[in-house]
């Protein structure tokens, strides 16, 4: 099920998020961020805490009473795509992929697009991140042309879009 994130569910957010990130960027992110410089302590406390009570930015998936993903959503923040609705984040505890928690939760995101008047969806992917970007293009969506290079580790990343139904 999915749902909206709670403050009572920032530590496993924080969890899933740091080991995601410490699965998916090895080799592209230099190991002293992964290891050494991102902490879970608290990491999502103080932006549910602020959104909670007015936003729906931050959803779980939830099984068995268990959180095994999240996402962040919201308005794209891309001046030329200022009238989309985007995937700022999705990640599935690295230990439960493989098992449609993220093509639940994409799945989510587009309806919720939809439902808020959206008719098209972006996501920024690292380059180097190729399992990623083979979920998103399984899922319909395409790389188109727009690129940016994340500064503070000089790493490439690719914008996807997806026109919705």
Not at 79 to 106: Q, R
Request: aromatic share 12%.
């Amino acid at each position: 099920m999915v749902r909206t994130a709670t403050k009572k569910d920032a530590s496993r957010i924080s969890e899933i998020h740091i080991f995601g990130w410490r699965s998916a960027y090895r080799g592209i992110i230099p190991d002293t961020y992964l290891f050494s410089e991102i902490s879970v302590t608290g990491r999502y406390n103080s932006f549910i805490e602020k959104k909670e009570d007015e936003s729906d930015d931050v959803f779980v998936f939830e099984e068995h009473d268990i959180i095994k993903g999240f996402m962040k959503v919201g308005t794209c923040r891309d001046e030329d795509k200022n009238t989309s609705f985007e995937l700022w984040g999705i990640y599935v505890e690295p230990l439960m992929k493989n098992e449609g928690i993220g093509s639940k939760l994409i799945q989510y995101c587009e309806n919720l697009a939809i439902g808020k008047g959206f008719s098209e969806n972006v996501i920024w992917v690292l380059e180097d991140n190729t399992d990623s970007r083979k979920f998103y293009e399984k899922h319909g969506y395409k790389a188109d042309g727009k690129e940016l290079v994340m500064s503070k580790f000089n790493v490439k990343e690719v914008r996807y879009s997806k026109i919705l139904k």
